[in-house]
């Protein structure tokens, strides 16, 4: 806790000094990114150049979506497992929709978009309704969605081959003779959109409310229940989203995959500065917490480190970002 | 739809054997479960095919062979991820009378009555051979495998740099990157080995969803002059083959391997006598010959 | 200061109460919590509710917000039968309720806290944030309350999270609201303020349940007075005719004499705890003072001056940044809460519920919990014969209220609660106590025993630091008070020199307008080595 | 709510009732694992005999062993996600103490279990001085176990063929002629050590009152840093015991294995009752949960369900069990 020191005189100006300390760490948050994108430029000459980072962007987008998803999730208390494997479950979906039923591509994508919005609510009647804690109603559901997931695709890919313009979501350049990849715009408009919900709507307020204490929003004549409900239905898009991005870019739906992307996710999510306890966080800390997994993945693998030990060394330079990033908010 | 009625009451008559494979989910094993279930189906047996998600599983894979052992069944298929940690179960298998049938690798044991398998090292090289020749003999190629520790991970690369050191000195070999067969990894992993290595020539992955990666990972990165060399079949393989983004793939032989696995097993438990290998075999296919009947047979997609 | 002005309600009384409680029955495992209880509350009054500690209030306050459900009995709310389902319903019906335990969310702002549920929109869905603090700024100033809307709420002090509450309760506009010891972390002049934003309120004929063990302000802000005596209805009395004295006696079936000033002052002895030049990042300057062996030592301020920030930079909860402990002659240095343990000093903290219970466990590992390891262990084992034994005893002792020592201290009561936070430090058996706002949500009775148990303390040879925000209090028990001012001592003053006017002096005096000098502050001359001379302190 | 009328003077009575009633749950907590095994039996006709049950409380033995460690992290309030891969180095570690430097079995065994100790040691580190987020602590030690593993070992397993009586630690048979695992004794004994331990020392309780409110513990005088990094390195313990187990049963120590086993570890928990946030747990809860894991997967492998549908089934039971005991819970 910061000790704003000031009489009760001076309260409107420390408002401002608050808020502006806020933006300050967020930019902070920034650095650890900085730093470690600096010293891999420096340390390899094929890292700074534009086409690894698009690529670096790219290699977010999946994982960045999950992220973002699930920090509202985190935010409001809760943590939500069955992501990665929901996400898995929602790309066979995606497949069953245009390839197997052979909808139109406008309404397969929103239908399999809206798959992972009942994926969430089901795991918010679960943990809102049911009262079961969200871990283990998400690790059941977790479970659930990877046997659905190879059940539905009868275990085998589903291939998008004749579904035009599919992959074009994903690897297709909406700029036309800019190498950009539509993807990561899919990911940055996702990023703007949860923002915008997290900090200007009733959504997100709430969600922010009921993580920071659930007994007082509910005493405060909020129906808790229901609006847990919409925050995991509402997270649940970003698996459908999530879900679309990994078969639009592989071309096509892997059933078996999935499985440990939501630690990934939450990693994200967790670097980026949000708390498990709930309360407090930020989509633009979530997108810094992708960004410096993925750098970190892919500068290592640039620098030819021996893979066995890449993870050492990802696991050593985690613990080294978070720690400098808290002493740095200690201190301003 | 599940739970078949009726379950459980093994008489009847009707062979049940059970099949404990390395993994489940990959298309390979779900091309020698199909193999298996064909085979029974033909010969009015009952099989069930179990196998953990990922290759590392192999205390899991040791309860499925328990709990499979548990059902008596008539006869064991068994792919084992370490040969040596199954011996106590499969002195059980012995001592209940249960034949065991080896498949995929061998086991280390006298027990199995015979071993259904491919070389996997003998196909890693015919790989390497032909990419070799595509490149002359010269150049510089990666490999992305799927797994760093399990016997066919491990035989899948040594046989491929094995070969290249023996017969292709002019080609230069970079150190292996392991992407555990997920395909969006290995697309990632790619990536950085061609934006590290801008001369690269060929890259060889060593599984189906290592292979998906690796021609993402190309086509993403806008490559060219990158051979592509992979293993298994599927849909994107040989989409990729048909349209030049790769140049060919070895394929063991899934299906046939299911089949004899069965087969085997089905002989095993009317007690005749087994040859001591049942080799399934490989096969090199590229855009020359993959539309011929005898590869078209081995391939699944 | 408490002016008691009559108030003007109560001559115009409808007929139909507000709200009528009639035979209501409610049991917790183990606890009945009110039998046959009943109530009713007119329009435009102030329905002071008084009993001691557990005997039900806030349990009746819960039904009536629809937290819990009733066993048995009906309430109406004007004339119509209400049965609330949840704080929704309750809220929807015109009933707005400050809790006793704060509930507020700490990483919002105090103006997303009072708005929350009820925030302005731009387009129906879009936050409108200036419209927010826009709102809350005409509220809180209309209210005069000392509030920022955009500071976060996990910052603020005990005191301004509890005007928060206030302020959000106020800008409901309901027929019945409810104030579960909204005071018990206000100063006077807080106190004050409320009471006029009080009386304010119930002259648009909104009625007030007043919960409160202070028993001066019940009788300032009050029309009458229901009693209740372990979950039963006792009495309701006139305010204005009945004497204070009259009404404890119904809340504790018994008469209590409360003298007002400290007995027992004696001459002081060894000083046990010099402090000198300490100084924290955020507020504490140069604060300095003398504890001497034996004494009371009171700290009086307005909030915020800093005199928990001083407890807290003394136990090591938090980091000085200068300053000297010496501690019995010996320079002290203190780490963290254990090490103070360990050195014979005991922190008893403002905010129970945060800094002080285990709430999810026993009353008996609360109270054993500071000294399990010294006391109630052998090579590591738990003795929980012993444990219990002692906790059973100080259950007895301090009169806590409940089934057993083994219930959840959550389900206590907020005073009973309390005696157990107290109970554990008198478990551990430091030299050196500081009690920060020991009475807070205690009952009249009660304080009463905390203060012999203090002045018996003291009497055993233990050196106490009280912090107490009721001046009252101060007068009733310190030998000398320390006066801190906007995070710096002001002044010590004698208890012969210590009245509320003085206190209140020194507590507003902006310290470097004139800084004090050794003397004032009651130091020692800087010798060390000259502890052994006695000094009168506090001697009429 | 059952109203029980009492007036004060039984409350000494009342307090023997509350206390027999939390017996009654724990007891009740078996119920979801009867009326599970009870479902089995008759499914099947090969679930219920002496070899099949032996089997499952063998299948439990690594996962039970990890769980009952990380109880204790968990009632302190944190979370340790490095178990899984910490297990796989600890098994690598015996491998190299017993295999490579060819120590003698009583000296090797307890050095790879104090290696685990060491492990949970960082771990606490971090957290409790560093104050890292013990998610992020002990995600960040998950990698660099991971790394460790393989590098130790050279990415190849370690058999400990040539180590004599190794793997009889695990499939031995104590008691002579009863065909009685002794890994099952094992972990039982660990077990019921870690039950005394948590209930009976000031170790335990201070693990509760950590978890149950850090900030009040600290203000009592306690030394919390301490404790904590006391419990990490004390739950280390158990990824060591379970490192040796594991590598004992399989013959050789697989440095790749550990992933994913964490998850499961601490579904254990939190299904047997144990509560995320800290404060309240049980080892009897624990292994209950870990049983009941094993149960269903025994179960629905025993009942030949296609291994696509299994984890959907396992999923849903886990909802459902844990569902009915809260009611349970509720209603006594
Ligand atoms: N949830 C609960 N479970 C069990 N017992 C409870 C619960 N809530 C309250 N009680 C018991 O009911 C009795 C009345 O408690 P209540 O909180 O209403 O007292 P109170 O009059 O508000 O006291 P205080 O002045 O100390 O706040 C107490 O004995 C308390 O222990
Ligand atoms: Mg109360
Ligand atoms: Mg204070």
Redo the contacts with the bound molecule.
């Keep these: 806790m910061t000790a704003t020191k000031v009489s009760a005189r001076e309260s409107a100006q420390t408002g401002l000094v608050t808020v502006a300390k806020g933006r300050l760490q967020q930019l902070l948050a920034f650095a650890s990114l900085i730093v470690i994108s600096a010293f891999f430029s420096v340390a390899s000459p094929y890292f700074f150049s534009y086409d690894n980072f698009t690529a670096i962007l790219f290699s977010t987008v999946v994982i960045g979506t999950l992220a973002i998803g699930t920090t509202f999730v985190i935010i409001a208390g809760g943590i939500d497992l069955s992501i990665g494997t929901g996400m898995a479950l929602c790309a066979v979906m995606s497949g069953v929709f245009l390839v197997d039923i052979g909808l139109p591509l406008a309404l397969g994508v929103p239908a399999a978009i809206l798959f992972g919005g009942l994926i969430g609510l089901v795991n918010g009647f679960n943990v809102a309704v049911l009262k079961i804690p969200p871990f283990i109603a998400t690790l059941a559901m977790m479970l659930v969605a990877q046997g659905l997931a190879l059940v539905l695709s009868d275990s085998a890919p589903i291939y998008f081959t004749d579904v035009a313009g599919y992959t074009d979501i994903s690897t297709g350049n909406l700029l036309p003779g800019v190498r950009f990849p539509n993807a990561v715009l899919v990911l940055l408009g996702a990023a703007l959109v949860a923002a915008v919900l997290l900090t200007k709507t009733v959504l997100g307020r709430y969600t922010y409310s009921i993580g920071s204490n659930e007994e007082a929003t509910a005493l405060s004549g909020i129906n808790v229940r229901r609006w847990k409900i919409a925050i995991y239905a509402f997270a649940g898009l970003f698996i459908g989203l999530a879900g679309v991005m990994i078969s639009a870019r592989l071309g096509s739906a892997q059933p078996a995959t999935g499985m440990g992307y939501e630690l990934q996710a939450i990693a994200a999510v967790v670097i980026g500065g949000t708390s498990l306890s709930g309360g407090k966080g930020s989509i633009v800390g979530t997108l810094i917490g992708a960004l410096i997994i993925s750098v970190l993945n892919n500068g290592l693998q640039i620098m030819s480190i021996p893979q066995e030990w890449q993870n050492v060394i990802l696991g050593c330079v985690i613990l080294v970002a978070v720690y400098t990033d808290m002493i740095r908010k200690k201190e301003t | 739809a599940c739970g078949s009625a009726g379950d459980g009451a093994g008489g009847g008559g009707e062979p049940y054997v059970a099949i404990v494979s390395k993994g489940f989910q990959h298309q390979f094993w779900q091309a020698v479960k199909k193999g298996a279930e064909q085979e029974a189906s033909k010969r009015g047996a009952r099989v069930t095919f179990v196998g953990p998600a990922t290759e590392q599983e192999v205390e899991e894979q040791l309860n499925m062979l328990t709990n499979a052992l548990a059902k008596q069944p008539d006869a064991l298929g068994f792919a084992a991820l370490d040969s040596k940690a199954a011996a106590p179960l499969l002195q059980q298998a012995q001592s209940q009378d249960v034949p065991v049938i080896a498949f995929d690798s061998g086991v280390d044991s006298g027990i199995p009555v015979t071993t259904v398998a491919t070389d996997n090292k003998a196909a890693a090289a015919e790989a390497a051979k032909h990419l070799a020749e595509e490149l002359g003999g010269k150049g510089k190629v990666a490999l992305v495998v799927h797994d760093q520790t399990s016997l066919s991970g491990v035989d899948r690369r040594d046989g491929f740099v094995e070969w290249m050191e023996q017969n292709a000195p002019g080609i230069t070999v970079l150190p292996a990157q392991y992407g555990g067969g997920d395909q969006l990894e290995s697309a990632n992993i790619t990536k950085s080995i061609i934006s590290a290595n801008p001369d690269l020539d060929g890259i060889y992955a060593s599984n189906e969803g290592s292979a998906i990666g690796v021609i993402k990972g190309v086509q993403e990165s806008g490559a060219s002059g990158v051979t592509v060399v992979g293993f298994d079949s599927g849909q994107a393989q040989i989409d990729a083959i048909r349209n030049g983004q790769m140049l060919g793939a070895v394929t063991q032989n899934p299906i046939g391997m299911g089949e004899r696995l069965v087969d085997a097993a089905l002989k095993a438990i009317e007690g005749q006598r087994l040859p001591e290998t049942v080799d399934t075999g490989f096969y090199w296919y590229d855009k020359s010959n993959i539309d011929d009947e005898k590869i078209q047979a081995v391939l699944y997609q | 200061m408490l002016t008691t002005t009559s108030t003007a309600a109560g001559a115009t009384r409808s007929p139909v109460p507000l709200l009528e409680v009639e035979g209501v029955h409610k049991s917790?495992?183990?606890?009945r919590?009110?039998t046959d209880m009943r109530l009713d509350l007119y329009e435009g009054e102030v329905l002071a509710l008084v009993?001691?500690?557990?005997?039900?209030?806030?349990?009746?306050m819960?039904l009536l917000s629809g937290i819990?459900d009733a066993d048995a009995g009906r309430f109406r709310l004007a004339g119509e039968p209400f049965a609330p389902d949840g704080p929704r319903a309750a809220l929807a019906s015109g009933i707005s309720i400050i809790h006793?335990e704060l509930n507020l969310m700490p990483h919002l702002t105090v103006a997303q806290n009072v708005f929350i549920g009820r925030e302005p929109r731009r387009w129906r869905v879009l936050l409108d944030e200036r419209e927010l603090n826009a709102r809350t700024r005409k509220l809180i100033d209309s209210l005069g309350l000392p509030l920022d809307p955009t500071a976060v709420v996990g910052d603020l002090t005990v005191a301004h999270q509890q005007m928060v509450e206030i302020a959000r309760a106020l800008s409901y506009d309901a027929k019945v609201l409810i104030m579960?010891?909204p005071t018990a972390a206000l100063n006077d002049a807080e106190v004050a303020t409320l009471h006029d934003l009080i009386r304010r309120y119930v002259r648009t004929g909104t009625g007030v349940i007043y919960?409160s063990?202070r028993m001066d302000e019940i009788r300032a802000i009050s029309d009458r007075v229901t009693v209740?005596r372990d979950?039963e209805y006792v009495d309701t009395v006139d305010s204005a005719t009945t004497t204070t004295d009259e009404i404890i006696a119904r809340m504790v079936g018994r008469t209590l004499a409360a003298d007002a000033r400290p007995r027992d002052v004696r001459p002081d002895r060894e000083t046990v705890l010099r402090v000198r030049g300490l100084c924290t990042r955020s507020l504490l300057k140069d604060v300095s003072f003398d504890l001497r062996q034996g004494e009371i030592l009171g700290f009086a301020g307005l909030m915020g001056a800093g005199r928990t920030e001083v407890a807290r930079a003394l136990v090591g909860a938090d980091r000085s940044t200068a300053g000297e402990v010496t501690l019995r002659g010996e320079r002290a240095r203190v780490r963290n809460p254990a090490d103070a343990v360990r050195l014979g000093i005991g922190y008893l903290s403002e905010d129970r519920k945060r800094y002080g219970l285990l709430l999810d466990q026993t009353v008996r590992a609360n109270i054993t919990l500071g000294a399990l390891r010294q006391r109630f262990a052998t090579a590591g084992f738990v003795r929980d014969r012993a444990a219990r034994a002692e906790a059973a005893g100080y259950v007895e002792t301090l009169r806590i209220?409940?089934?057993s020592p083994e219930?959840?201290t959550?389900?206590?009561?907020?005073?009973?609660?309390q005696k157990v936070v107290i109970a554990k430090w008198l478990v551990r058996d430091c030299d050196i106590l500081i009690f920060d706002e020991p009475t807070r949500?205690?009952?009249v009775g009660a304080k009463e025993e905390i203060y012999q148990l203090l002045t018996e303390l003291a009497g055993q040879g233990k050196s106490i630091i009280m912090i107490s925000s009721e001046l009252p209090e101060v007068l009733r028990l310190a030998h000398r008070v320390v006066v801190m001012s906007e995070g710096r001592v002001t002044r010590t003053l004698d208890a012969a020199e210590a009245t509320q006017e003085t206190i209140m002096h020194y507590a507003t005096l902006r310290p470097d307008e004139n800084p004090a000098d050794a003397a004032e502050l009651g130091l020692e001359p800087p010798a060390p080595q000259a502890d052994e001379e006695p000094r009168k302190a506090g001697e009429p």
Excluded: Y
Excluded at chain 3, 28 to 31: A, K
Excluded at chain 3, 51 to 60: D, I, P, V, Y
């Design positions: 917790f495992p183990g606890v919590a009110l009993g001691e500690n557990g005997a039900g209030k806030s349990t009746l819960k819990h006793q579960d010891e919960i063990h209740i979950g209220k409940t089934p219930q959840r959550k389900n206590l009561s907020g005073g009973n609660q949500g205690i009952d």
